[in-house]
């Protein structure tokens, strides 16, 4: 069982940088394949951007390319979202997955509210 706890969200305002990072329990993590994902209220979970076991293959949504950088550090089983020139329209729950199995992630975080004002 792999258990992963996000960390960094919080209130900022338009234009601001915020980092967040997601622990991941279990020896497996430099297997997997890693996302993060994000729900706004009244909308549906979407991607953000992954990165793969060996940082060859990283991916975005369009609507974050250029401004999030996702990254990993196996050794210490993290990885993370480095998100610049937040929008208002970046306020989302994010939530960090693992583990692309089938087109799906295996596991998947609690959530870190991150809210960005006008």
């Known amino acids: 069982q792999v258990q992963l706890e996000e960390s960094g969200g919080g209130v900022v305002q338009a234009g601001d940088s915020l980092r967040l990072s997601c622990a991941a329990s279990?020896?497996?993590?430099?297997?997997?394949?890693m996302a993060w994902f994000r729900q706004a209220p009244g909308k549906e979970r979407e991607f953000v951007g992954s990165?793969?076991?060996?940082?060859?293959?990283?991916d975005y949504a369009d609507s974050v390319k250029g401004r999030f950088t996702i990254s990993r550090d196996n050794a210490k089983r993290t990885v993370a979202l480095q998100m610049n020139s937040l929008e208002p329209e970046d306020t989302a729950v994010y939530y960090c997955a693992g583990q692309l199995v089938g087109g799906r992630y295996s596991y998947w975080g609690q959530g870190t509210q991150v809210t960005v004002s006008s």
């Open positions: 990165i793969s076991w060996n940082h060859r293959d990283i």
């Open positions: 279990g020896h497996a993590f430099s297997s997997y394949t």
